[in-house]
Every structure is written in C-alpha cells, then in structure tokens.
C-alpha cells in the first residue's frame, strides 16, 4: 500500500520566482493539506482540499495557492518567491474531512530559495 | 488562539533511562490529541491518536495518555533507534479551523548507547 508521495524531494529557486509541488494522496484517502516546515519548528497549517476545493486556509498570503485533481492529487504553487518561503513543504491526506481523521504525511519537498 | 507547547525543547537519555515528554495545549473541547514522530528531513510518521482525558495508548517502547490540559509520551528503556523529534498535533477550535492541525514545536530527544 503506497503511503503519500510528493515530487521533487528538493528544489532550489531563486527570488521572485515560481514553484509547483506535487503531492498524491495514500491510496483510498480523498482529502489533502499542505503544511510548511521551518527548521526547528513544528509544521504550520497551509491550506486543504477536498472535492476539488480549499475547504480551508490557513495564515498565508495568497502567493500560496493550490489545486486538486479528479483523482485527489494536489499540487500547492508559490508565485513571487521570498527567502522565508525555504521550508520543508508537507502534504498529508486523510480519508475524509472528519475533524478526528488522521493525517498521514508525505516525505515532504525541501525547498530552498537563493 | 490554540497554542500548543511541548518541553523540553531537547533531551538527551542515556539507553534504557526511560522519560517523558510533555504536550500542554490550551484549545477547549478538545476533538483528539496527535502524536508524530519525524527523523531529520522526513515526513512525521503517525503514532497515536488520542480523544478524551485517562485514555491512553501504546506502542512497543512508547505510551501515550492524555489529561484535560495535557499529553505525555513516556518512554520506556529507550533505544538509540528512538532517536527523533516527537510532534504532538490538536485540530482547531473553531468551525473556520477544525480542521487544520497546530502543532507544538516539538521535543527533539536523542539516545546516546
């Protein structure tokens, strides 16, 4: 059973610039959220989706943006990249919106910005 | 705001001197309590999920319980293979935030042989 996969493990960008990271849910889930990690932090909350739409957001500008796919893949797309965007960037699925649900993790995207 | 804050920051065990880790949080009505655990540039790796205060759970070396205002993650006799940050995680309060999870910075703990 494949457990969350994200592409690409690291990526380097320079400011201003654009990123997309991809994430596939594990097998049967349906929902999908993004975090971003900075060192020596715990994950901060980016947004989720479910159907095909943000069902919720948290505290980021709208440079974070996001989509998913008919088959609950998801991309989170940065535009106008600062130095503080470099995290680890995690996708987690679950199988439902259920509050109570379990997150799974991916082995998140490194993304540094020069 | 829902604050979740873990201690300590770090801790180091010699192998078999068994500890614990603590999570406060501070959101009312709690809705399940999440423990991870990440190794250094890794994904956290689900442990336990906990959902209302004198449960609690364990996993080989590891067992977690839950009070009204706090979790531990007591270890017992721990193994240099146990060496990782421990993330403890609750879902928001609020009907605009139940769903996202706040996590605590985390207890990096490391088991010396």
């Known amino acids: 059973d494949a457990g969350v996969t994200q592409s690409p493990t690291h990526l380097i960008k320079t400011r201003g610039q654009q990123v997309t990271l991809r994430c596939s849910p594990k097998?049967?889930?349906?929902?999908v959220s993004w975090y971003q990690q900075a060192l020596g932090q715990g994950p901060q909350f980016i947004f989720q989706y479910y159907e095909e739409e943000e069902r919720q957001r948290g505290n980021f500008p709208d440079r974070f943006s996001g989509h998913q796919f008919p088959n609950y893949s998801s991309e989170l797309n940065v535009n106008a990249l600062l130095l503080g965007d470099s995290a680890l960037y995690l996708c987690?699925?679950?199988?439902?919106?259920?509050?109570?649900?379990?997150?799974?993790f991916g082995p998140g995207t490194r993304l540094t910005v020069l | 705001e829902d604050q979740v804050t873990q201690s300590p920051e770090a801790l180091r065990l010699q192998e078999g001197e068994s500890s614990s880790l603590n999570c406060s949080y501070t959101v009312s009505g709690l809705r399940g309590l999440f423990w991870y655990r990440q190794d250094p540039g890794k994904g956290p790796e689900f442990l336990f999920t906990l959902y209302s205060a004198g449960e609690e759970k364990e996993k080989e070396r590891l067992k977690a319980t839950l009070t009204k205002k706090e979790s531990f993650l007591h270890i017992t006799a721990p193994k240099p293979e146990d060496s990782a940050t421990y993330l403890c995680?609750?879902?928001?309060?609020?009907?605009?935030?139940?769903?996202?999870?706040?996590f605590g910075s985390g207890t990096q703990l490391t088991v010396l042989p």
């Open positions: 987690a699925s679950s199988p439902s919106l259920g509050v109570t649900d379990t997150q799974y």
């Open positions: 097998s049967g889930h349906d929902t």
């Open positions: 995680a609750v879902p928001g309060r609020s009907s605009g935030s139940a769903r996202q999870l706040t």
